[in-house]
């Protein structure tokens, strides 16, 4: 056995131990195992999420870059010249794939968080965003002001999209910037709009997607974007989230049997809070509050009785997957009960989670974990929900 099949075996069998007894106080949600999807020694693996196939087949696709402790270099963070979308596969949610195949990489630099839509008509939608390097004589060149991280500049979204069941994919679609944007990318212009979270396909055949856009140097707000050709033109729709100190970047977007669209977005500067924002007019206006508990980033799934599983990382003490069932419209975010999945976390550099129905019973939630501040890797927690 390689030491990196080892080291997943062990993490495995420690993950499947925990917390079981979490879900027993919560009628009708049992928690039947973790489970590890894709674990490499060699890579830092992180941001995943899922769809399920009309055949039935499963795809999680996540952001696969080197692990930079092997080059002696003293850790990882999460931007980088050679991260690449990749996936695996299943037929059951149990077992997957063992190597993964190359979603995407970008030819001008990493790419990160592919988010995952898959459309009633087969089409899957696959949205990211990039970081590329610039030499120190290019840098003084650069269109002021653009987005540095860890010596990396900002690139802003894109989209690629297959109509063949993920087996080839197409060339990067870049939507427009928001008006709102004031950051340019390395090629000198603005941001072409991006966000990590989930894109909706709505009932009138729009595909939402609750976008970020730098409003200031220090933060940044959620506008929602719209496409009514699958994904491959975005029509700005209108501001969802914005505050004088608060950010909201991070955002899922969910369209309630009612007809309100929701946004579950992620905040800075206010402890951390989930926010909830929703618009009763199909995305013209919003109105967004505290959801009263800490949480982020959160993705929703509809169930089959129109119920909402909530899910999200909890970053805080102890680390660890939590989840919360609401109610169809989702009013009932600040009293529905808290599920804890896990609490085993090695610190706060896990979650992103991305649920999926396996059957009208089970339910896989995918997310990127680490135990002892080990390396990342891709986990998943199957629930049995009445």
């Known amino acids: 056995m390689t030491k990196a099949l080892l080291t997943g075996y062990c993490l495995l069998m420690l993950s499947i131990t925990c917390t079981y007894g979490n879900t027993d106080s919560i009628p009708g949600v049992k928690k039947i195992k973790d489970l590890i999807i894709y674990n490499d020694a060699a890579f830092y693996c992180a941001f995943p999420s899922v769809i399920k196939k009309p055949d039935g087949e499963l795809i999680v696709a996540f952001r696969r870059a080197p692990n930079r402790l092997i080059f002696g270099e003293k850790g990882n963070n999460h931007v980088d010249q050679n991260s690449y979308l990749v996936m695996v596969r299943s037929k059951d949610g149990e077992n997957w794939s063992a190597s993964p195949e190359l979603l995407y990489a970008h030819p001008f630099g990493g790419s990160q968080d592919p988010c995952l839509l898959q459309l009633k008509d087969g089409t899957i939608l696959c949205a990211s965003y990039g970081w590329t390097q610039v030499r120190a004589d290019g840098i003084p060149n650069l269109k002021k002001p653009y987005f540095e991280n860890s010596g990396y500049i900002f690139l802003g979204g894109y989209l690629t999209r ?74 700005y729709k209108s501001e969802v989230a914005k505050d004088p100190a608060i950010s909201f970047n991070e955002a899922a977007v969910y369209e309630t049997p009612g007809g309100d669209i929701i946004g579950f977005l992620r905040t800075a500067n206010f402890n951390d809070n989930a926010v909830i924002a929703r618009s009763k007019d199909g995305g013209k206006t919003f109105k967004w509050e505290s959801m009263g508990f800490q949480g982020h980033p959160l993705n929703a799934l509809r169930l089959p009785d129109n119920r909402v599983l909530l899910t999200y990382g909890y970053r805080h003490k102890p680390w660890g997957i939590r989840a919360r069932i609401l109610n169809a419209e989702c009013t009932d975010f600040k009293t529905a009960p808290e599920i804890i999945l896990r609490e085993d976390g090695g610190n706060g550099d896990i979650g992103y989670t991305w649920p999926v129905l396996l059957d009208n019973k089970r339910v896989l939630i995918v997310y990127y974990f680490n135990q002892e501040n080990g390396i990342r890797y891709i986990a998943g927690t199957i629930l049995e929900i009445k």
């Not at 069941?165 to 990318?185: C, F, L, Q, R, V």
């Not at 390395?186 to 856009?213: C, F, H, T």
């Open 162 to 235: 297959s109509t063949d069941g993920g087996k080839s994919w197409s060339d990067a679609i870049y939507p427009s910037h928001t008006a709102a944007e004031i950051h340019y990318n390395a090629y000198g212009q603005k941001l072409p709009a991006y966000n990590r979270g989930a894109m909706y396909e709505a009932k009138d055949g729009r595909v939402l997607w609750i976008v970020a856009s730098s409003d200031s140097v220090k933060k940044t707000s959620n506008y929602l974007l719209t496409s009514s050709d699958k994904g491959l033109t975005w029509q």
